[in-house]
């Protein structure tokens, strides 16, 4: 026994003594050298999540999802410890997969994989990939395919809308996502965040050493920010602006506008169209919203008008000739010569109309240039007409938030030096704006005489503890006009869209008292000049009359001559919309009738009349298409936000279908009844349906022949 423990001893004596001399374990024979130094320090970044962007109503607009960069090893030398294949090897078969799931062409991934490099990536297509991705390519079981985890930014919207107040964020050279336009480019800071970091040991098998010491100082998420954007106006803004480029009757090359409270500067809806996808990485793009000036056309006018109001020297019942007006240049200022003789420029109003002798009260609802010009050279001066341009804020654009500032307009003494520059200027063109400056200064007319600041960001706050770190408000800039100076200007506007000779009645609408102004404008060109095809339409309206509560304002692109009709009814559906959403009444401030915004349900395959029943209930009008019990698609699809009233098509499994009461649908709601039923119908006119060629009742079919028309 005493020699068997003296053996022992001696043993271990040696197994330390070599362990700790040679670092080597003789009875298991582990190098423990290679073992202590396979231990090792770890600092990991934990990253912050970029913070929310939210509408009004806390609906996301903009947020973070994590995603994956794929990448695949090709060096044929690469094999796992277990001796596999850790490199792709039927780079044909491979390429045929990954093109399959990412959406990049073969070829292309072909290439790539036929590369000289030891691993690739797969350009934009292989990155950003959804967990989904990177599943169905793991379960393709292709050898060497690699995933690196990084954080996307993603927009809940793929079809343009919000993208130019938004903008997009993009991973830069450390993985990191960063503004590049819009809101994200202007509160980078605020919605980066800090990243935090985690410190702790492990072995050389990736192993976290659970008793070392571990440091960990966690991230600080990105503050989400929410916006005054309302997500029911702003679908319908967006959907009429690009109704407007797609009707048929305007074929608008482009066309943007906004929705504000008056007396807030609560921006509601900011839209232009077209747009682009901030998923995409393909962006170049200006935002005809923010960095966009143009000559603006006869919207400028009530600002005219007004200061003349301001200044004591308009009435409403002076007249003027309103036929040519001849412009003669006297010691470099205006003046309005009796004959064309000597005259340097000639004005007549829209179409070369000559009203006779005229009140100036009607030559504003007709939107007279010569009374504007009769009012420049006879009773107002440019100096006068220009300090008011300053105190609506035109020429200095308009800085909406901290970092969101619009484009500045320039005042036509800029370019022009002729003595035109100072009439032009007061019917809208050579001078040019913004439509943030527009906006802007129509509040002066809106309110008692006060420019109010527009805003689009309501609040900012922590994404944890909900605390508000900033709350956005009303902005007075200045006092611009006298409340009695504005209630005049609203009283003229009133005319334009319901008066017996006005120029905007095609706005003058059922739901609500509105008023408004038009404009028309030449488009100027690169190298100078003006565009002989086209021009530039406007609308400045306000709402309810007696004491206007919201400013709807859109500019459009497009060829003269077209339907200005057409386009009407698609900014009316803006007023429409906004006047359900708000609860603005006609003539009271109550409610018209009881209604709101809500989400459609999905009615698929459900039976007809219950479908009916639920959408009547909602406060919808249901159309049923066909004789079926069974529903077999809608429009709107499911999850459309839609508001009281508006139509809901449902498609049902039975072949008999009957005509419609068409009366009072707009052009948009036929052509959706068109596209729906699969029956042909053809309009005659544009606006709302007056009659309608079968009875309502009758049945039809593809061969019917049906026509409509609209006023």
Known sequence: MSGTMALILLIVSANIFIVSVFGLHLNSGTDIVKQVDGIQQVNRVIQAKRGSILDRGGNVLAEDVIAYTLTANIDPERYTAKKEPAHVVDKEDAALTISRVIGKDYDSVLSILNSSAKQVEFGYEGKYLTANQKAELEASDIKGLGFIQVRNRISPRHDGQYSHVIGFARLDENQVLQGSMGIEKSYNDLLLGVNGVEKYQEDKAGNKLQHAELYEEPAVNGKNIKLTLDSTIQNQLELSLEGITKDPGVNADSAWGIVMEAKTGRILGLGEYPGFDPNSEDVDYVSKTLNYSYEPGSTMKTFTVAAAIEEGVWDDNATYDSGEFYVGNKNGIPVRLSSPSGSIHTITNANNIDYGIQNFRDGYAVSSNVMISELLTKYMTYETFDKYMQKLGFYAGVEVDEGIKSIAGYPSTTYDTSALRYLNPGFGQGATVSVLEMAQAYTAIMTDGNLIKPYIVDSISDPDTGEVTYQGKTTVVHQVFSPSTAAHARDLMRDVVAGRVGSGRRFNIDEVEVIGKTGTAQLAIEGGGYSPTKYIFSSALGFPYDDPEIIVYTAYQANYGHNLNASAAHVNDVVRTTVSVMNISKFTGEVVTEIKADTLKDYKNMNVEKAKQDILSKGYDPIIIGDGDIVVNQYPQADSK?????????????????????????????????????????????????SQSIEAGTAINKDTEISVTLE
């Open 642 to 690: 839609i508001i009281s009233h508006e139509r809901v098509y449902i498609t049902t499994n039975g072949p008999n279908i009957t005509m419609p009461n068409m009366k009072g649908w707009s052009q948009k709601e036929v052509v959706t009844y068109w596209n729906q039923s699969g029956i042909s119908i053809a309009l005659n006119g544009s606006g709302y349906v007056v």
